[in-house]
């Protein structure tokens, strides 16, 4: 039998020449597919930072250093540094071994997860499979839960537990609000009006905050969760919380100035008390517990005014006017 040219068949000569053919076949199919070769270049990029990590960046991601917070970008910070004096570059590098081990947590969840209902759903058919199928619509339809139980799976252990929550309103107006609001209970502690009157301050403090996030679209069973009623009660309770703290100092007579001055942490509420009082003010919300705070801060209205302001309001039932 005679082979012409056209039709002479070649082999590799060695084990090694088959591996480099195979490479050049797998390369132009993936040179073929540029978004296929852009997703495999993001998934080595994060391999390889979260591999390298130590040696890419001196700098610890958690540490937080205040005398140098929000710097530029810079030979000694890269990307410059984060509100509490962060390394942003250290934290992006790091970043990548959670975003890895988030995404293996997902394929570990979700893999065997479609493996299982497809194959029940194809051997078993009928209605098992319609019902099969219309679950599966609806955790794909919602995305962000798998993802959202993938993150706490990440972060959670016996000795934190997280929450989900999906109201985002509700985390931003709580953690906002209770900062101002510890301020005040720093100054009921400092003047020595005792503890019930900080409970009266805690309680009215919250139904100023449900007020202002109900307002912006929040829900008000979000609020008395752990973003709303537990922030608060902690920061107002806490012997560790900085705007307690400042407020009990303000009590003292101390300057705010001084005080800021002598820290180097962050007291939030001293820089919140006024968007807050001016969100509340633009939604139609009243707030008298912050406005009052926001004048001892930035208006110059002494301590002793603002607790007889407080006081001289007209009665009112505890669930209507304010």
Request: net charge neutral; glycine share 10%; with cysteine.
């Amino acid at each position: 039998m005679t082979v012409s040219a056209q039709e002479t068949l070649t082999f590799p000569a060695s084990r090694a020449s088959a591996g480099l053919a195979w490479l050049c076949r797998v390369w132009r199919e993936l040179a073929a597919n540029p978004l296929t070769l852009a997703g495999i270049m993001v998934i080595v990029g994060l391999l390889v930072m979260a591999v390298a990590a130590p040696g890419m960046t001196s700098y610890d991601p958690l540490a937080q250093d205040l005398s140098q917070r929000l710097l530029p970008p810079s030979t000694a910070h890269w990307c410059g540094t984060d509100e509490l004096g962060r390394d942003i570059f250290a934290r992006i590098v790091y970043g990548a071994r959670i975003t890895l081990r988030i995404v293996l947590l997902v394929l570990a969840v979700v893999v065997p997860a479609g493996l299982l209902v497809g194959c029940a759903a194809g051997y078993l058919g009928g209605w098992v499979d319609a019902v099969l199928m219309r679950i599966t619509d609806i955790f794909l339809a919602f995305p962000k839960l798998i993802l959202a139980l993938a993150l706490v799976a990440a972060l959670g252990n016996r000795n934190f537990r997280p929450y989900l929550s999906e109201d985002v309103t509700a985390c931003e107006i709580g953690g906002a609000v209770k900062n101002v609001l510890a301020i005040a209970s720093g100054i009921v502690i400092g003047r020595e009006m005792g503890e019930n009157a900080r409970a009266a301050l805690v309680t009215r403090g919250l139904a100023e905050m449900v007020r202002l996030g109900v307002a912006k679209g929040a829900e008000a069973v979000s609020m008395m969760g752990l973003c709303g009623f537990g922030d608060l009660l902690l920061t107002c309770t806490s012997a560790q919380s900085r705007n307690m703290s400042l407020g009990i100092q303000l009590s003292k007579g101390e300057a705010l100035k001084d005080i800021l001055d002598s820290r180097n942490t962050v007291a939030e509420g001293v820089f919140t008390a006024a968007p807050v009082v001016a969100l509340a003010r633009c939604m139609g919300v009243e707030m008298p517990i912050c406005e009052a705070v926001d004048r001892v801060l930035n208006h110059g209205d002494s301590i002793d005014g603002a607790i007889a302001g407080l006081l001289d309001r007209p009665f009112a039932s505890e669930t209507g006017s304010p």
